[in-house]
Every structure is written in structure tokens, then in C-alpha cells.
């Protein structure tokens, strides 16, 4: 899967698709089918060029954005490689003095301003990581540059100055490329699939593209532009990387730099790879497993680790099914194509079945990189899928001990995080990856992991050579996996959990997990709240009780699973049902304000955000007081409460609200039962206020929540 780069939209990458789907048919699934769409993809028609300047304007250097050949496999190789490149990206050839801005937060834009520095037509030069590429554009673009250069330090890719070959870490020619597209899915056909016939929108038209040419570098020719400002120091050791420079933000006499970029953008077709395992008893209830199979060069972890574990998970399940097995439910296996261009494959194949998939999936299982690293597992998972991955991984032995894998997992992270916690923590996905669409837009549990590296021994937060040329083969044999150990351990707990998901009778659902997650969160934002004295304008106190109420109706709900008759198909079929829809119930059915990515509620963090943003109000407002102005904290209250950024955190805070109650009524059947503490309210008031005052106490063990759900820690 990695011998040759596989970019989407080739032929190399279509050769693939049938590689995948031949294996399939092997595996002896019941069907095996390909799902094509017409998108907009983009290629570079060249490598970006830099030229630079000396004080009188003369050109003192020129070079091309390339990546050297290093290893053995590289230089074994005459495939075609497209240099490194953004996708989307303007193209254009521009020209202007440079100024260095940190990692291109909107903070250190800011600063820049405070120093007296105007980046208004200047060229930008950013160091990759603290925020995603496409923020760094997006303030760049808000503060008006011509142009940006991206690039990755040492400090985060390559910290001990040893790197690949000799070493798993970015040498100074390596270069991440990246997409720039700021939306999910195909930009001509937002909201439907790109099927040839439907239509597709003037790419001129379209606003999800950067304005300004951005071309990313390796540390190597960063360090060359680094060099040319000798003007203003940084304002803090933050701006400092790891190159042997000082990384001044300016150059003394403003020598300039030419930046020229040339990248189409065009349509292709691309090719999901579609295998089903069709379930006996309901075959219309449905576990997908996601991979994709795109890679911007070899993708030796990203993504063919992750594709090389799911074909050999067919290949089990396959050979369980020519034992006679059959699941209880269908098991559908999906290789997505262009996602790395922005979720493109997964988004188009929702968009055409989101109706069916509503109803139909129970949930969603990726895994884009199988192995980056031979330290431990890493997790991010919706709560109520969590104890299903815990109970697969007891089943396992740790690929480097004779001991249990999840014991070995848990020791290893309360080592690493100098953490006290039992169970080891699960963090919630934002975005990335093929879960999005199924999780954010249609309200489906999903989980990802992966095997990972120690993040604090081996300093960096990505693994180094991550979308550039030397993801390859050779580098996972020689630094990470050699013998594929870790990938076989990853494929044996990823059977495990669909066989969990496929099979049992009631599905392996722990809600009183996800009541305990958004209590957490809540009562963090309650209490900032009320040290920031602005509890009177967000007021907690109505949400705070609805989940009180959501965790005594997922016990309540779980104890009637334990009391439910198993012989009574439709009883359990109505369970299932409900621990289906309970998901669901978080998604709106309109973009969440400020949220374009996601309509998912408990995955937004719009309401702590909404919270940030009246405390930074209310500040603002105590400023104008301090400086002798008639106000006390009352007017201060008063005239806080009339802001735009209340009456957002109001609508934000009774979206939130109002979506936990429908979790609430997903798991009570409010039509068919009857309420008794209600009836009970209605005859007795006073005893309905101490039943009120009688709510459970949340134990607290991790980012998920943590009980389980027969109500041990």
C-alpha cells in the first residue's frame, strides 16, 4: 500500500481502489462495490519557488521547494512525486518585505501590532503547530498579508538535531503538506453528493479557499529566510524555535522575498471501496469501519498503516464467515478516497445516504493511522463507546510484555500524565478525520485510535515526517514497527470491538458515562462563571438540573436493560432503538451558531467559548469603570446583561439546554410511560421539591466520564 505516492484523484491511487477491493472479494465478503463522485481537487503544476533580495533589491538567491532522497527505498525508486504543496491554495506570484509571526496565532498577530509592526502587504513566514494551518491563514488573510510561507521547526518535528535517516525525526528538507479547503466535503456540492448529472457550483464562486498564495517549507530553507532579518528581536522566548538563529520578527533595511505558487484547482473522480458482511437476525442495523486510502506521498502510517489493518480484518472476519458465522448485525467496511483534501470521500458517501445512515448505523469505527509510534494506545471516543474498547483490550496481551494490554495501557498513562485515575483517559475527537461527518452531521457514536508514541519522552506532539516524503515504508520498518507487531495488536482489538458492536444481543452502549462527561464540563463552566461574578447573566442553574436529571435516567434506563426480558425481541429491538437514538439527539437540525464545523452539541465547545467571551466583556467593561467613569458593579451588571455576547451565550446556552433534554426523553419513552415521580409531584408538591433536591452524586474518573454502567468505578 505504500510502494508508490498515491495522491487522490491518480491513476496510482485508483490502482489501489481496485488492490483494496480485489482483497475484499478474496475475503469473501457478501458484496463488494465501489462508490464514485466528481470533486474538486487540486495539484501543484510545479514547486513553489522562492527568491530572495538583498537591501538594494538585487536577487541574491533562488530555489525550488523539493525534498531530497535519503533512504535506500527513496532512492530506489523513479515514481512520481508531486512537490510539496497546499492544497487550494491561491496561486499567484507576489512580492514584499518578510516579518516572521510566530505560529500565526491571532495573538501573535496582535503583538506584531503592539511592536509597531504593519504586516499589510508583507509576506509572512509561520512556523507549523499550537493551531491548524488553516487558522494561521485565516488571521493572516484578517490582517491583510500578501502572501504566507509555512514551515516546521526543529522545536516541534525534530528536537534532539539527529533526524531520518539516522534517526524517526523530520530532517531539514522535509515538508508537510496539508489541504486548505475550510469546509468538510466537496466545495461545488455543498449539502449533496457530487454525483455526475447533479450540480456543481463556479469554482469563482466559491469562498472555502485561501485569498493569498501559501506554500510550506522544510526547516532547512526556513532557516535561509530566517537569516535575512537582522531587525526587531522577538518579543518573548515563546518566538523562539530551535534553529541556531535569533528569529528576529523584522529585517533592518526590509529586504524582500518572492513567493511564487502555482496550484490548480480541478474536478476528478474519486473511488470509495465498499465491502458488507451482511447481519442474520438485523441486517438493517449496520457497524462501519472507516479507513482511508489517499496519501500525499507513500503514506506509510498515514493513512496505509490504517488501510493494511482494516483489509486484514476482513480477512478474519471473512474466514469466521466461511466457518458458518454470520453477525447478528451487517458489517460494512469503507476505504475512503480524498480525505485528505478535506474529508471528501466519507462526506460525499454520507451526504447521499444520511437518511438511511440516520436510521440504520449504530455506529462508526475509524482508523486513519493504525501505528505512528510503539508506546501505547491512544483513544478518542464518544462516552458511551468507551467501555466496549476497554472490554476488548482486556481480552489482549501487551505486543512487549506477557502482561494484559489495558493494564499495561493503564500504567503507562498514569506514568506519562501523572495521573491517579484507574482507567486511562479518553479524550473527544474535534476534527481530522472520517468520523466528522458520521459524528458531527449525523449524530453517530464513532470512535478512532491508534498506536502511539510517548509524547513527553520523544518531544513533539505529531509524529515528525507526517504528510511528507519520508513516511514511507522503510521509515515505520526501521523506527517504529519492524515486525508489524503493533499494527497486528491494533487489527486484533479493532476485530474485537465490531464483533462486540455486531453481536450482542443489547448493544454495548454506557450512557451514565456521556451524563457524566457533560456534567463535568457544565459544572466547570458554573463555577467560572460564578468566580467571574457574572453567574446572574449565565446562569447554570436550569442545565446543571436537566442533567441531573439525564443521569438519573441513564441509570434508571440501564437497571431496566439489566430487567429486561432477552427472549422478548421487540422489547430488546425497542432498547436498541433508544440507545441509537440517543446520539442523535445532540445534533441540531441547523448550523450551530459560530460552529460551521459541526451541528453536534455535545462536541462544540461554542458554550464555553460564548462564557469566554462575556467574561472578556465584563473585563472591558470594568476598564472603562477604573478609569473614573460613574460605574459600580451593579451598572456594570446591568449594562453587561444588554451586550451582543449575553444574548449569544443565551442562545448557545438554550440550544445545549434543550438538546440534553431530548437526550432525556430518547431514554424514557415520554409517551407511552408514565411519569410516577411527576404524578407524584402533582398530588404532593412538597415532597416533589425533596425529590428535586435529591440528586445523584457524579464520580468523576475521566474526560468521557467515568462509571460504568452496572455502577462500578
Known sequence: MST???????????????????????????????KKYNVLLSYPQGPGNLTLFDKN???????????????????????????????????????????????????????????????????????????????????????????VILFSDPDTYSPTGVWYPNSWYLPPDGVQRGTLLRMRGDPLSRGYPAIKGLYQRPIDEVS?????????????DAEKLLQTLDGLSPPNPKWHGQLNITYNVTSK?????????????????????????????????????????????YGAADPSSGTAVMIEVARALGWLKEQGWQPRRTIMFCNWDAEEYGLLGS????????????????????????????????????PE??????????????????????????????????????????????????????????????????????????????????????????????FVDPDFRYHTTIAKIWTQVVLLLADTQLLPFNFIRYSDSLHIRV?????????????????????LDTIATLRNTTEEFHQRLQDLDKSDVLAVRIANDQMMMFERTFVTSEDLPGEPSTRHVYHTAGLSKSLDAVVRQKSSLEEIANKGYDYNQEAITKELSKTKVVREFQEKYSIYTYHVMMAVHSLRNPFTTVDEKEMQCGRNPKKCKEMQNNNNTIVETSETGGTKADGKQ
Open 4 to 34: 508508490v505516492p498515491h495522491l487522490a484523484g491518480t491513476e496510482e491511487n485508483n490502482a489501489y481502489a481496485q488492490y483494496v477491493k480485489q482483497h475484499f472479494i478474496n475475503c469473501s465478503l457478501d458484496n463488494v462495490m465501489e
Open 57 to 147: 533589491g538585487l536577487e541574491t538567491e533562488k530555489f525550488s521547494i523539493l525534498e531530497k532522497k535519503l533512504d535506500s527505498f527513496e532512492k530506489g525508486t523513479d515514481h512520481f512525486l508531486y512537490p510539496p504543496f497546499l492544497a487550494y491554495s491561491k496561486s499567484a506570484e507576489v512580492e514584499g518585505e518578510m516579518v516572521y509571526a510566530n505560529f500565526g496565532e491571532e495573538e501573535d498577530f496582535r503583538e506584531l501590532k503592539r511592536m509597531g509592526v504593519d504586516v499589510q502587504g508583507k509576506i509572512v513566514l509561520i512556523r507549523y503547530g499550537s493551531i491548524s494551518r488553516n487558522k494561521k491563514i485565516k488571521y493572516a488573510e484578517r490582517y491583510n498579508v500578501t502572501g
Open 208 to 220: 472555502y479557499f485561501p485569498s493569498i498564495p501559501v506554500q510550506p517549507i522544510g526547516f532547512g
Open 253 to 297: 533595511d526590509g529586504r524582500k522575498v518572492k513567493l511564487d505558487v502555482n496550484v490548480s484547482r480541478e474536478t476528478k473522480d474519486i473511488t470509495n471501496v465498499i465491502g458488507v458482511i451482511k447481519g442474520a437476525l438485523e441486517p438493517d442495523r449496520v457497524i462501519i469501519l472507516g479507513n482511508h486510502r489517499d496519501a500525499w506521498t
Open 347 to 382: 462526506t460525499e458517501w454520507t451526504e447521499e445516504f444520511a437518511k438511511i445512515l440516520t436510521h440504520q448505523a449504530v455506529a462508526y469505527i475509524n482508523v486513519d493511522t493504525a501505528v505512528q509510534g510503539n508506546h501505547t494506545i491512544e483513544l478518542k471516543s464518544t
Open 385 to 478: 463507546l468507551v467501555d466496549t474498547f476497554f472490554d476488548a483490550a482486556k481480552l489482549f496481551k501487551d505486543p512487549d510484555s506477557e502482561d494484559n494490554l489495558y493494564d499495561v495501557w493503564v500504567k503507562k498513562h498514569r506514568q506519562d500524565q501523572e495521573d491517579t485515575r484507574m482507567e486511562p483517559k479518553v479524550r473527544m475527537f474535534r476534527e481530522g478525520s472520517d468520523y466528522m461527518p458520521f459524528y458531527a452531521d449525523l449524530g453517530i457514536p464513532a470512535m478512532d485510535f491508534r498506536y502511539m508514541f510517548n509524547t513527553k519522552d520523544m518531544g513533539v506532539f505529531n509524529y515528525p515526517v507526517y504528510h511528507t516524503m519520508h513516511d514511507n515504508i522503510e521509515w515505520m520498518k526501521k
Open 523 to 543: 459544572r466547570d463552566m458554573a463555577t467560572l462563571a460564578k468566580d467571574k461574578e457574572i453567574d446572574n447573566v449565565c446562569n447554570f442553574t436550569m442545565l
